[in-house]
Each structure stands twice: as C-alpha cells, then as structure tokens.
C-alpha cells in the first residue's frame, strides 16, 4: 500500500531532550526524583511553516532541585501544566514552582502560563507530581532557542506574564462568538470527558490559541465539521497510561485533504494552513487520554465558523 504524503503531518517522536527543563547542558534523567516520559516533539523541521511544540508527561515524585536555568525568548510561548482524573478533571493534585520574572510562581492547578518575549522565566521546581501531570511548551517560532540569563532581582511591578488557571467554558471550535450565532453541537453521549483549560486573546492580551481536554472513554468526534485555517494548526492526543504512554489505549483518526489517517499512537497532527481537515474523531478509547489543540493566532477563526 503506497504511503499517503500527509502521512509526515502526524509526528509520534520526542526530541532528544526538552529544551525548556535544560541546565546549562541536559541532565541524565529529565527531572531527578520524578518518573518522566519525554513524549513528543515537533517544529519547521518536521513540517515547513511549523511552530515548536514540546510535551512531557510526569507521573510521580518530588524533585529537590529546580530543572532548567533562568533564560528568554525572542518570541511569545506558553507553558501549559495539566492533569485531572475521571472522577475531578480539574484536580491538579500536585505542585510546581515556576519563576517568571524573578516571582516563584506556585502553581496548584491547570494552567497556562503565557510569557511573552523578552520575559526571563525558569528554573522550574516539580514540588509534588502525585498523578499523571502533562507539561507541555508551544512557541511560535520554527526552532527553539534560548539565552540564558541571570535571574531577576527586581521583578518589574506591572506583570509582564499571565496565569490562567481557571476553565473558560464558553469556547467550542464549532460555535461562532457572534451574536445571535447559533449555539454548539451537544457533548456526544457516548464519550466521557472534559475540556479543562483554555487562552485566546479575549483571556490574555497578546496570547495565542491553545486548548486542552481530557477524553477518559468512548467513541466520539470533534465537533468541527471540515475546514481550513488561515494558519497552522496543532491538534494531538496523548495516552496517559504510565506503562504505555505512546499508546493511546483506542484510536483516533483525522482526515487531512483527501486522505483518511488513523492512529493507536499519540500523535501531534501538524496541519498546514489551508490545509482542508476534520472530522477529527477518537475511536474506543479505554484508557484516559490527553486531546489539545493550538495555533499561532490570537483567536480560533476557520472557514468552518463564517456567517
């Protein structure tokens, strides 16, 4: 059977380390003192056009020094921090201590942490991992890069970053925000989950798209029907099994131009822009996974949501 060319969209494979949580030179575990999977990597090296996303999932422990070192961007990027279970999707459960602009940061529950250039962020301490917790970067910029700076001893009095670590519920990728625009689709009955987190612009001033939802079981489907963006576009799945992060305990499938795709792996879908996709759809899933989507726009627009 011949390959299909957009067979290249859906990367399964992590990079040799992740970048964010790099002293000065990698560690030979991830971070010491917590069981860490380094899950999937992806950037213009994999897919032209493309943006850096990096995901890890940590499943449990206590590290007793921070990972990484103090450092900036020249471009904007988020960090996301998520977990939950079946029975509380938004219980985070553990703790970590993120510095951004000199300020230790406690982080306690779902979050995404938006860092605009030039902020100094880093080093990161993993307090307390109890469940499975994903850590997940998504820049906008082809290749990562950093400098590495000293820490901040004066943090700027005005909040150059922003937190959000409370759900918006209002979003759906197949509602318009218009008024008088009809409301979105009913939640499949035959799929177990929740959306958790959410950024666009209307939350933070200068953020980007990016959404997150668990899917703990069952068949079901985006509620996008098929469209096209002016931009790239991220959507993804992740296991959350410990002993088998890279199985996705079910299948998920995606039609990408002309071409049906399907996968038991967890996947980043990298989708060019302009490129026609959708239904995007999650086949038996037994086991919890981890379903998020981003891209470099400030509001989720697609030709699916013109009046």
């Not at 901040?152 to 209002?170: N, T, W």
């Not at 980007?208 to 002016?230: C, L, N, Q, R, S």
């Not at 967890?266 to 999650?282: D, G, N, Q, T």
């Amino acid at each position: 059977m011949p390959k299909l060319k957009n067979a290249k969209c859906l990367i399964h494979d992590p990079a040799p380390y992740p970048d964010e949580l790099k002293g000065k030179k990698p560690a030979k575990d991830i971070v010491p003192g917590v069981k860490a999977t380094h899950l999937m990597t992806t950037d213009a090296s994999k897919q032209k056009g493309f943006f850096y996303v990096d995901c890890t999932w940590l499943w449990k422990g206590a590290a007793k020094e921070p990972a990484g070192v103090p450092h900036k961007h020249n471009f904007d990027h988020i960090i996301a921090l998520a977990s939950g279970h079946i029975k509380d999707p938004q219980d985070f459960g553990g703790k970590v201590t993120v510095w951004l602009d000199g300020n230790p940061e406690v982080i306690a529950k779902n979050s995404i942490i938006f860092i605009p250039a030039g902020v100094v962020h880093g080093p990161i301490l993993f307090n307390k991992i109890v469940q499975p917790t994903f850590f997940m970067i998504v820049a906008i910029t082809p290749k990562y890069s950093r400098t590495i700076v000293e820490q901040v001893v004066k943090p700027a009095k005005k909040q150059k970053y922003a937190i959000v670590d409370h759900l918006y519920k209002d979003f759906s990728v197949a509602a318009s925000k218009k008024k008088n625009a009809p409301p979105p689709p009913p939640r499949n009955p035959n799929l177990k989950g929740a959306r958790i987190m959410h950024i666009e612009e209307d939350i933070v001033k200068g953020a980007f798209y990016t959404d997150f939802v668990w899917i703990f079981k069952g068949t079901g489907a985006a509620p996008a029907t098929v469209h096209d963006h002016e931009w790239p576009e991220l959507i993804a799945m992740a296991g959350a099994d410990p002993k088998h992060p890279r199985n996705l305990g079910g299948e998920m499938s995606i039609v990408l131009g002309d071409e049906y795709h399907a996968t038991k792996k967890s996947s980043l879908v990298c989708i060019p822009k302009k490129m026609m996709h959708c239904p995007w759809e999650f086949h038996d899933i037994k086991t919890p996974t981890l379903v998020f989507s981003a891209g470099p726009s400030h509001m989720y627009t697609g030709s699916h949501k013109k009046d």
